[in-house]
């Protein structure tokens, strides 16, 4: 893990990247790093083996889906520019600098980011947050002492709060409708307190 | 005979006289703690019980006569560890009394009530004229009081957030306490100046002695409530740390200011001396705490042979570390601060799980009492402490106190923030500085002050007082504050359960991405430190240091594996059970009219949400928690759930034969602690089944059923193979996303995925070998598990999650099969335990 790759050429497309996902030099130095460092057996690809290994990510309750996350369809690695194209999504909006004009919406938009965390729900990619999706996310942020009919009411709710054509699911925009009706500070859209440069001070 | 029925009566009298003495202490008992020996009152003047007096020259002169006394008492001999027991036996009814109705603690501080306790106790004490007890001599508090609250705060100290912010918090930590204490200080004397207020014969030395005390902020009652309503963990860390080092600044300031204090003038010299001895009291501290951390963490490499008294090193090392600091004068809160830190994390891999446990409950627990007990004694004091009551000194102490911390945090914020990706907004600071309560260290430092400083009941005064205002104003006060400000509030009014939901997942989501991103191991010296660490400390100071990834990873790794162990066994996951048949009705239920839900229904709705949510970062808050031990159930259950989720997706009717036998078979993984007894308790097990028992053993449900693997106990990875299939079904699975990613993500968390580990791996879990699963795969389900379509769908049965399961009930059920295998299972499982 410790390979002394601390300048930028041994990034592939670097500069590409960085005006993709709007990410700084540094910023993006850093995540190679932790690429690197991530990805033990030094393959320049990341398996899901490789996220589990992370402890925190282990005890997260939706660890597994953040996880999928990275993971587009089909494949079973994630290479360095997919996964520094995902983190994007966690870039806060409103800092922008590489901005240029070919590109029709910024990774780290509102919308970008709220359809991130519509996937994240949205398993099976149709579209839609089933009920049954929504009980499972439900079941996993739970606490054991929930039961099973409190679960069922809570998702009930949920879908029949932001279920606006009736379909009893939720889709995209009603998804997204939920999030304006009341923004809270910990949507994805207000900064979040992820930067890939420094955790605390 | 007459000396007989006189004895008689003697003893009469006598048991009366205990019981009077009983009752009497539990009043006016004193906590001499210094005394080691039977007290001898006239070495210590404080101690006059006046029950003393009065019992001991009318009971025991007869019994200076020959006959052998039939029946005699020895209080004095007894006195001062008997009274310290009622002492601590009251406080501790005190704490019990508190939580019985939980809404008082929730709205009042603990402090508050440890508090008014004390000034009932006091009260009475002083009404008979009792002496207080001589708690706060000097030497007393720092000797014994002391310790076990600073070795409770570094010992549980949430160590990666904490380095996070190490900057952050010495700065407020150092440089704030230094504001605040020279601040208050030179006000004050600014105050003295003035003749109405009569108080001009205070110097400035004596001004910064006592600004020195009030500065040090103890943030218990603070974190409570932050903890609770879910303030951010930057702000929380920050407070915490500043409690636990500003005590270690103040303890410094104090002596400096102690010794200035007697100097009739001070020159510039000393100014610069005092500076010096501040860092060599600082840095000295810190160095003796890694001496004996790591003194402490190589002697537990060798306790393995010697489990009953493992806990003790731990202790014993750490108070090493704050007497001999203590000796050379350095900060002994740093030294047994850092001991904590350097030791915990080699201790709690070498020793045995049931150590770490008792390690970490017994520093709680002294930690509780000496705080419940300090907090307690503050009421008492109070009351029967004379008092010099001068309304300007002590308001306007109040007033700046409160003044130059708000200010404090203000300019330090404004030069601290540049430097941190996540800023303290104004709502924060205004949470920082509001959360400084004053608390134990400040009125042990009054208390010590020195005899000679000719204020000094005025500044003992002044310094209660600024404590009983902190905490009880500002500490009932500050949440209802917080929450008006909305520092980060669940609004559960107006937010829809949506919202709720969502944004919980949204914090989930973050941190995990935090988690991946490694916001800590990106500090080059962390790095350093963690190849010095891999390559030399571990090798040194661990018996088995075969872990080579991050520090938690090891001990998560192995709690990973419990969960998963525990969803191997066919029925053992009783978190989902209710849920299968939902799943199974689920398209029933999506057909059924709209249930119509009342405001009360989504109230509680709301609440259960708030209630039962993981918080984030669990861990961290509540390690950090002063009065309760950290609770790794909450990370179990998580792992559990998650892991239930990926059966249930991978197979929709893998749980059709859950039954409630199983429940004793879960727990035995559930009580299995990582290390090495999961290992021996692997072998034993497998040991344990042969070939025909098996048979036996499924049908009775409790072990493993693959009769043909009797080597391999487990089908996971029959359910893992399935993926790859059951990913195609609709609907019900949980991640129907096309096969390979499926697989891919079981990889991820179940053995599969460390099925590449566990040869390097420091636990040889029960892997089963590649061959045996390709056959176990081959192996048509039915023809497998017999029983299972015959079973009903037991789930409702279930008791409910919270009773993972009765120990009992183990043996009944496996007798019910075969008497025989009852032995065999339960030896396996007894030796398993033992073997921890």
């Known amino acids: ?201 | 005979m007459g000396t007989l029925i006189l004895s008689q009566f003697r003893t009469q009298r006598g048991v009366g006289w205990m019981l009077l003495l009983l009752l009497l202490c539990c009043f006016g008992g004193k906590c001499e703690l210094q005394e080691s020996k039977p007290s001898t009152t006239t070495d210590f003047p404080t101690i006059k019980p006046f029950h003393d007096e009065i019992n001991e020259p009318q009971a025991f002169p007869e019994q200076e006569r020959a006959h052998l006394p039939v029946f005699t008492m020895n209080y004095p001999r007894i006195q001062v560890p008997f009274e310290f027991t009622l002492w601590v036996l009251l406080a501790s009814f005190a704490k019990i009394g508190f939580h019985i109705y939980h809404k008082i603690t929730i709205w009042i501080p603990e402090s508050c009530l440890l508090i008014s306790i004390g000034l009932i106790v006091g009260g009475i004490m002083y009404s008979v004229k009792e002496e207080p007890p001589a708690v706060f001599d000097t030497t007393i508090f720092f000797l014994y009081m002391l310790p076990p609250i600073v070795l409770d705060n570094g010992y549980f100290m949430p160590t990666r957030p904490f380095f996070e912010n190490i900057g952050t918090v010495l700065w407020y930590a150092v440089v704030g306490t230094l504001w605040n204490s020279i601040g208050i200080g030179l006000s004050l004397f600014a105050i003295c100046q003035f003749e109405v207020f009569g108080i001009q014969d205070i110097n400035l030395q004596e001004n910064l002695l006592f600004a020195s005390i009030i500065s040090a902020v103890d943030p218990v009652a603070a974190l409570n409530v932050f903890e609770d309503i879910g303030v951010n963990e930057q702000i929380y860390i920050v407070i915490f740390g500043e409690g636990l080092f500003n005590d270690a600044v103040t303890v410094v300031l104090y002596s400096m200011f102690a010794f200035l204090a007697d100097m009739p003038q001070v020159d510039s010299g000393d100014v610069f001396l005092g500076v010096a001895r501040f860092f060599v009291v600082g840095v000295g501290g810190i160095l003796f705490g890694f001496l004996f951390g790591f003194v402490a963490a190589f002697t537990t490499r060798f306790t393995h042979n010697v489990r009953q008294i493992e806990p003790l090193f731990v202790f014993m090392y750490s108070y090493l570390a704050y007497l001999v600091a203590e000796l050379f004068a350095i900060s002994s809160v740093l030294a047994i601060i850092t001991c904590a830190i350097t030791m915990k994390y080699y201790v709690e891999e070498n020793v045995s799980q049931r150590s770490c446990t008792t390690i970490r409950h017994v520093v709680k627990m002294l930690a509780t009492i000496s705080e419940t007990l300090i907090f307690f004694f503050l009421g008492v004091v109070t009351i029967t402490t004379d008092h010099e009551w001068n309304w300007a000194y002590i308001t306007f102490t109040l007033l700046f106190a409160f003044i130059w911390r708000g200010l404090g945090i203000l300019v330090l914020t404004q030069i601290i923030n540049p430097f941190r990706t996540i800023q303290f907004t104004f709502k924060d600071q205004f949470g920082l500085s509001y959360g400084g309560l004053r608390g134990a260290i400040c009125f042990a430092l009054a208390f010590t002050l020195p005899n000679t400083i000719n204020r000094r009941n005025l500044f003992v005064t002044a310094s209660i007082a600024v404590i009983i205002f902190t905490v009880f104003i500002q500490g009932i006060s500050i949440r209802p504050i917080l929450e008006y400000l909305n520092i980060r509030r669940t609004n559960k009014d107006l937010n829809t359960i949506n919202v709720e939901v969502h944004t919980r997942m949204m914090e989930h989501v973050v941190s995990g991405i935090e988690d991946l991103c490694g916001h800590w191991s990106h500090y080059y010296w962390k790095d350093k430190f963690k190849k010095f660490n891999d390559r030399i400390l571990r090798r040194i100071l661990l018996r088995d240091n075969r872990a080579e990834s991050s520090i938690v990873s090891l001990y998560k790794k192995l709690e990973l594996q419990n969960a998963i162990e525990l969803l191997d066994t066919p029925m053992g996951d009783l978190s989902a059970a209710p849920s299968i048949v939902s799943l199974h009705d689920e398209k029933m239920e999506a057909s059924r009219p709209k249930k119509k839900f009342l405001a009360a229904d989504v109230r509680k709705m709301h609440d259960i949400l708030s209630k039962n949510m993981y918080k984030i970062r669990q861990r961290t808050m509540a390690y950090t928690n002063k009065y309760t031990l950290p609770d790794e159930g909450q990370t179990r259950e998580i792992l559990i759930r998650r892991h239930a989720s990926v059966r249930r997706s991978i197979r929709p009717g893998s749980f059709r034969d859950m039954s409630a036998q199983n429940i004793p078979r879960s727990q035995k993984y559930y009580s299995l602690q990582p290390g090495g007894n999961l290992e021996s308790a692997f072998a034993l097990r497998r040991r344990s089944h042969g070939g025909g028992e098996v048979d036996r053993l499924r049908s009775s449900g409790v072990l493993p059923r693959s009769s043909s693997h009797s080597l391999v106990p487990m089908r996971r990875l029959n359910t893992i193979k399935e993926a790859g299939s059951a990913g195609g079904q609709p609907a019900t699975s949980a991640r129907p996303r096309s096969p390979p990613p499926g697989v891919d993500i079981l990889d991820e968390m179940g053995p599969a995925g460390s099925r590449f580990r566990p040869r390097k791996a420091p636990l040889p879990a029960p892997r089963r070998h590649s061959s045996n699963w390709a056959e176990d795969d081959e192996d048509p389900d039915d023809a497998e598990y017999p029983s299972r379509g015959v079973e009903p769908v037991h789930p409702p049965q279930l008791p409910p999650p919270r009773g993972w399961a009765p120990e009992n009930q183990d043996p009944r059920e496996v007798g019910a099969g075969n008497p025989l295998l009852r032995h065999s299972s339960q030896g396996s499982r007894g030796s398993g335990r033992s073997g921890s």
């Not at chain 1, 925190?56 to 520094?84: C, K, W, Y």
């Not at chain 1, 909006?93 to 590109?103: A, I, K, L, S």
Request: charged share 25%; net charge negative; glycine share 6%.
């Open chain 1, 1 to 201: 893990m410790g390979s002394s790759s601390s300048s930028m050429d041994h990034i592939p497309n670097a500069e590409e990247l960085m005006q993709e996902t709007g990410f700084s030099a540094a910023h993006l130095l850093r995540l190679y790093e932790r690429f690197e460092f991530l990805d033990k057996d030094q393959t320049g690809e990341l398996r899901p083996e490789d996220f589990g290994a992370i402890g925190g990510l282990a005890l997260n309750p939706i660890g597994d889906r953040i996880i999928s996350a990275f993971f587009s369809p089909g494949q079973e690695t994630v290479d360095f520019p997919s996964f520094v194209r995902v983190l994007a999504h966690f870039r806060p909006n409103g800092t922008n600098r590489t901005r240029n004009g070919t590109q029709q919406e910024p990774v780290n938009s509102r919308t970008r980011k709220l359809k991130f965390a519509f996937q994240l729900y949205d398993q099976d990619r149709d579209g839609k947050i089933s009920r049954a999706e929504l009980l499972q996310v439900l079941r996993a942020m739970l606490g054991i002492q929930v039961t099973e009919e409190q679960l069922q009411s809570i998702a009930e709710r949920a879908i029949q709060e932001a279920d606006l054509d009736r379909d009893d699911a939720i889709s995209f925009d009603e998804f997204k409708k939920v999030q304006q009706v009341s923004p809270h500070p910990q949507t994805p859209t207000k900064e979040t307190p992820l930067h890939p440069t420094e955790g605390g001070r």
